[in-house]
C-alpha cells in the first residue's frame, strides 16, 4: 500500500463533503484506484455525485458501498478539536465522518490495493460504489446507480457496505438486513364548535382515540429469524387551534411502520385502512415509503466475512438487522447477498466522533481476507 489506511481516512475526513456535496472524496478514491487498474465512471444525478469504479468483467463481481457525504457537525465549539481537522488523540481519530463512514472507504481502498498486488491473477471482479446522497433524501444516489446499473443488465454477486454496524468492539456485529420504512400523514376529521355546545360539534380527537389505542396494540406480525415483529408508531399528532374553547375541526398524525419480511407494503396499507373504515372515521390518508426491507440470510457472504473477522479479531460476529435504513435497501435490488460492516457505531452523527485508529488497519484487513474468501 502505498500509504496506510489511517492516513487515507484522515485526507478523506479533512474534506468538508456535507450532503450533497462530495468535495472531491470520489477524485481521490478514484485516482488511487486507477493505479489498480480500475476503470471508473461518475454517475451524477442533479447536485449528487456518484461513483461507480470497477476492475474485471467475469463473475463472481465483489462489490464494496459507501457513502462521502456526512452529517453536519453541529456547534464547532462543542468539539474538542475541529470536526474537519482529523486529529488523534488518546488512541482514537476524531472527526466527522470517521465512524460513518470515512474510515471504511479508506479501507475499502487500501484492501483491494493490498488483495490486487498479492493476487494480479485473482477470478472474478471487484467493484466500488460511492455516493454523496445517503445521509441526506437518498433519490439521486445509490438508488439512481442501482437503477443505471440493472438497466444495462449489471448485476452484483456480493456487496459489503461500510456502514459502522460493530457495538462494544470491531467485529462483533454484522448487518445481514434491514426493516423497512413505511411512513404515513393521517387528517382524521370532525367538525369544529364551540366547547360549550359539543352536541353542535364533533371531535376527531375523540372518535379518533379508539383506533389508535387498537392501531397501537395491533401485532402486524410475528417477525422471524432474522427479524423482529413489525413496530407501529406516532411522531407528530396536532390537533386543535390553540383556544381553550374551540373543539378542533381535524386531528393530524404523523406515523411510521417499521418493518420486516414477514409483512409486505400492500398488507400493511391494506389492515390499517380496514381499522381506521372500521371506526368509521373521516379521514384522509397520504403514504410515503422510504424503504423496503431486504435480508441475506447465512449463505457465502456471511462465511466470507465471519472468517475474516475471527481470523483478525478472534470474535465470533452475530448477525443482526437492528438499526434504521440503508443504501442496502437499494443494492438488494441487484444484488441477492448484502451485508454490512464496519467500525463502532458508537459515536456516529454526534459531537467528537470518532474512530480507534488501531481498528481502521485492521478493519482493511478484514475488507482484504473477505476479498480472499470470495475470489481465490
Not at 457513502?67 to 474538542?80: F, L, N, Q, R
Amino acid at each position: 500500500m502505498s500509504n496506510s489506511t489511517l492516513t487515507l481516512a484522515q485526507m478523506l475526513i479533512a474534506r468538508r463533503s456535507l450532503t450533497p456535496d462530495d468535495n472531491g472524496c470520489q477524485k481521490m478514491i478514484m485516482h488511487r484506484l486507477a493505479a489498480s487498474g480500475f476503470q471508473s465512471e461518475t454517475m451524477n444525478f442533479g447536485e449528487v455525485e456518484n461513483l461507480w469504479a470497477r476492475k474485471g468483467t467475469e463473475g463472481p463481481l465483489v462489490c464494496f458501498a459507501g457513502h462521502t457525504d456526512v452529517v453536519p457537525s453541529g456547534p464547532v465549539s462543542h468539539w474538542e478539536s475541529d470536526p474537519f481537522t482529523p486529529t488523534i488523540r488518546d488512541g482514537f481519530l476524531y472527526g466527522r465522518g470517521a465512524a460513518d463512514m470515512k474510515s471504511s472507504l479508506a479501507a475499502f481502498v487500501t484492501a483491494i490495493e493490498a488483495f490486487v498486488e498479492l493476487h494480479p491473477d485473482h477470478k472474478g471482479s471487484i467493484a466500488l460504489l460511492i455516493t454523496s446522497d445517503e445521509e441526506g433524501p437518498a433519490v439521486e444516489g445509490t438508488v439512481k446507480v442501482v437503477e443505471t446499473l440493472q438497466a444495462r443488465g449489471e448485476m452484483i454477486d456480493y456487496c459489503i457496505v461500510g456502514e459502522p454496524t460493530s457495538t462494544h468492539q470491531l467485529g462483533d456485529t454484522i448487518k445481514n438486513g434491514r426493516r423497512g420504512s413505511l411512513s404515513g400523514n393521517l387528517t382524521i376529521k370532525g367538525i369544529q364548535g364551540h366547547i360549550a355546545y359539543p352536541h353542535l360539534a364533533k371531535n376527531p380527537i375523540h372518535i379518533a382515540a379508539p383506533a389508535i389505542t387498537e392501531l397501537a396494540q395491533t401485532v402486524w406480525d410475528e417477525g422471524n429469524e432474522y427479524f423482529p415483529t413489525t413496530t407501529w408508531h406516532i411522531s407528530n399528532i396536532h390537533g386543535g387551534t390553540g383556544a381553550t374553547n374551540v373543539i378542533p375541526g381535524e386531528i393530524n398524525l404523523l406515523f411510521n411502520f417499521r418493518f420486516s419480511t414477514a409483512s409486505t407494503v400492500d398488507s400493511l396499507k391494506t389492515r390499517m385502512h380496514h381499522i381506521l373504515d372500521r371506526h368509521e372515521l373521516n379521514y384522509e390518508l397520504v403514504w410515503q415509503l422510504s424503504g423496503k426491507p431486504y435480508l441475506t440470510p447465512r449463505g457465502t457472504l456471511a462465511t466470507a466475512i465471519s472468517s475474516a473477522i475471527r481470523e483478525v479479531t478472534g470474535i465470533e460476529p452475530e448477525l443482526s438487522t437492528s438499526g434504521g435504513t440503508s443504501d442496502g435497501r437499494f443494492i438488494a435490488d441487484i444484488c441477492p447477498q448484502v451485508m454490512e460492516f464496519g467500525p463502532r457505531n458508537a459515536t456516529i452523527h454526534k459531537i467528537n466522533e470518532s474512530v480507534e485508529v488501531a481498528d481502521i488497519e485492521r478493519l482493511s484487513r478484514i475488507y482484504q481476507l473477505a476479498l480472499e474468501n470470495l475470489l481465490l
